[in-house]
């Protein structure tokens, strides 16, 4: 049940942001040679047919840039329903891991886990995309928890000078 849902996720908003920042780098790096090309052009440093021959060359994988770029524009984020139900479903994952039979478990686990060892009698491992990124989050928001404690010495500083809302 668990391996199912997690199986059929999306390439993560991290992982999408990176390949379209790869797209963006390389269509501007094409289009710096193309105007590097064009300056050689009006300097006269080349000919016309020379000219036209490269920026042709040039063009193409600057198409093919801006149609990978424009298909991963269009792609579309899962509705806010079902983000909410996927971190619903991961906070209680190692409660329904447990519940599982043997076969969802190593499934799930061939999901999340990216690679795992033991190292001097412990166990090291690394997640996957975007669980990764979840244990991340989480170990920081443990380390600084005391910000968020009301009787913790730093929680003065969420505290504004004034009322915000002045009658």
Excluded at 25 to 35: A, F, G, N, V
Excluded at 72 to 100: G, H, I
Aim: proline share 4%; net charge neutral; glycine share 4%.
């Amino acid at each position: 049940m668990v391996a199912s849902i997690y199986s059929s996720l999306p390439l993560g908003a991290f992982a999408r942001a990176q390949a379209m920042r790869r797209q963006q780098m390389e269509l501007e790096r094409l289009q710096t040679r193309r105007d590097v090309l064009y300056e050689d052009r009006l300097d006269g440093r080349i000919d016309t047919a020379t000219y036209d021959q490269k920026a042709s060359a040039i063009r193409e994988p600057e198409e093919q840039v801006r149609q990978k770029i424009r298909t991963a524009e269009a792609m579309m984020l899962p509705p806010t329903s079902e983000a909410v139900d996927l971190m619903r479903l991961t906070s209680r994952a190692a409660d329904l891991f447990v519940e599982q039979v043997g076969a969802e478990q190593r499934r799930l686990l061939h999901i999340v886990l990216k690679e795992a060892s033991w190292m001097g009698g412990e166990l090291r491992m690394s997640l996957r995309e975007p669980f990764e990124e979840l244990r991340l989050s989480n170990s920081r928001s443990d380390r600084n928890q005391e910000y968020f404690d009301p009787r913790g010495s730093t929680f003065d500083i969420w505290r504004r000078g004034g009322d915000s809302n002045p009658r």
